[in-house]
């Protein structure tokens, strides 16, 4: 039968290139096929997480940029600096992370949802119509983010007016003035064109853009042992697949951008220039824990002590 599975991209974007990889799988190894509906074809990020939950789609790939709302802990991945820069490290915590692989599973399911895996997107940075060197900068800032409380408060916290909003107004909203910022990974600000609506590329190294990739977890109940195995191999492919082809994929994006808008200022922030910006983590961390209680604070925990194992396992 056919499977359907939606995501929050373009086909050639990262999660459409993830979600191409596990049809290629499923469909090599199965008689199932599956379809996909890459960003825009069924809706915003809200709408396909409506329609999983409801078992209209098996599949579906969302941030915790928006899952957020719906899963408060898993918004953890929105405190900043909390994820390495370092990419070894970093993945090693994707392949490895007790709070992922163990603990988020239980509150996805809660939300009729089988959590398949997570996986990093690239570097986040900023767009601005202005420069942005302190967090004084940000001040007035209408800067959008994605739809849930905790990147409300993180932006706050740097002094700039949070804007939450779905990704299909981000463009429009920042051509019209109604917002002069937005942050993604760099490969998502070359490919949507955030350059020819922005002025400024600000890199404060605060967090790397996290998704996850899960089925309708009815759905998945209901299949054989075989098929179980069959999702879970193409996961795993798909997983393997997307990290190589990161490799490299951050600056070559922002050269892009620069070649396709010489004037485009592009500011990779230094260590020194961050520090006012690190020094702002621990209040967002502190809302986190507020937000989302006992829960929250044994998977930040969790998160602390997966990352501590991936650094001393990558040293
Ligand atoms: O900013 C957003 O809303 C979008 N960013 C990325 C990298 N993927 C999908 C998401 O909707």
Known sequence: DTWRYAHEEAATEVQGVFAEKFKEEIEANSDHTVQLFPFGTLGESADIMEQAQSGILQFVNQSPGFTGALIPEAQVFFVPYLLPQDEATLQEFFRN????????PGLYAEQGLELL??????????TTQEEVKTPEDLAGV??????NPLLVESYAALGATPTPLPWGEVYGALQTGIIQGQENPGFFLDSTKMYEVTEYVTCIGHNNFTTAMMANKDFYDGLSDEEKQLIQNATDAAFDHILDYQAGL?????????????EMVINILSDEERQPFMETADAVEAAFIEMTGDS??????QMKSDL???GAATQ
């Open 296 to 301: 929250g604070k044994e998977i930040l925990e």
């Open 142 to 147: 209408k800067f959008r983010v994605m739809t």
């Open 308 to 310: 501590e194992a991936a």
């Open 250 to 262: 951050q600056d070559k994006s922002l050269e892009n951008i620069k070649s396709a808008k010489p």
């Open 117 to 126: 895996t997570m996986y990093p997107e690239g570097e986040v940075c900023m």
């Open 97 to 104: 992370s007790k709070a992922i692989n163990e603990k988020f």
